[in-house]
């Protein structure tokens, strides 16, 4: 059964510098190479201080310090779109006349929009979770599955955004909940863009989806 969120990195390079230096003889000699950089010299030697190569001919002593890769918090901004067009929606039919439709559209709009205002997604380095309020609350056990609300992203299947250009839904599949296989279905009141490019960062690309 799937779950519902009605029931509830930053990659920073440490910019690595790359340090070398060369002791050449003579007084006032020119030294050429094919890395970017800032030479200076005093007399017999030549420190180059380099930021990237370039191939071709470059001498190296030594290389100080290296590119590190570093996952932090991604919290998805909330986006308000999908509640805004189930509010306009039912109030057009309501302006028309047409109750009975516009009456649950209506309240479905305002869960949304509620739910819009607290509930976020929370992607550290390990699990994806979903957590409550502007302190990022707990958010409790899964009224529909059971279990908490969090998922580790090597236990993931395989996910969906759907649909790109206007993404409604959130889908993936998961083993931590059960070893089968558990479903999740989630309306995307986060900005998409930003959903889709960590979701594909830490748990990997999507088959069918993407940003368009």
């Not at 089968?180 to 979701?199: A, E, R, S, T, W």
């Not at 748990?203 to 069918?208: D, F, V």
Request: proline share 6%.
């Amino acid at each position: 059964m799937a779950s519902a969120l009605l029931s509830t990195s930053l990659f920073l390079p440490l910019q690595s510098e790359q340090f070398q230096e060369r002791e050449v003889s003579g007084l006032g000699r020119n030294f050429r190479s094919s890395f970017y950089g800032k030479v200076m010299y005093n007399r017999n030697c030549v420190r180059m201080k380099t930021a990237s190569s370039q191939g071709g001919r470059a001498v190296v002593a030594s290389v100080l310090g290296r590119r590190v890769k570093n996952k932090g918090t991604v919290i998805p901004d909330p986006d308000y779109r999908i509640p805004v067009v189930l509010l306009g929606l039912a109030g057009g039919l309501a302006y028309t006349n047409n109750l009975l439709p516009a009456a649950p559209i209506g309240l479905l709009g305002l869960l949304l929009l509620f739910q819009t205002t607290r509930v976020r997604f929370v992607f550290d380095e390990e699990a994806l979770e979903v957590k409550v309020g502007e302190q990022l609350q707990n958010s409790g056990e899964n009224v529909f599955v059971g279990g908490k609300n969090r998922w580790n992203y090597s236990t993931f299947v395989n996910w969906e955004l759907w649909w790109p250009n206007f993404p409604i839904l959130v889908y993936f599949k998961e083993t931590q909940t059960k070893p089968d296989g558990q479903v999740h279905f989630f309306p995307v009141i986060f900005n998409g863009k930003q959903l889709y490019d960590v979701m594909v960062e830490r748990a990997g690309p999507s088959k069918n989806s993407g940003p368009k």
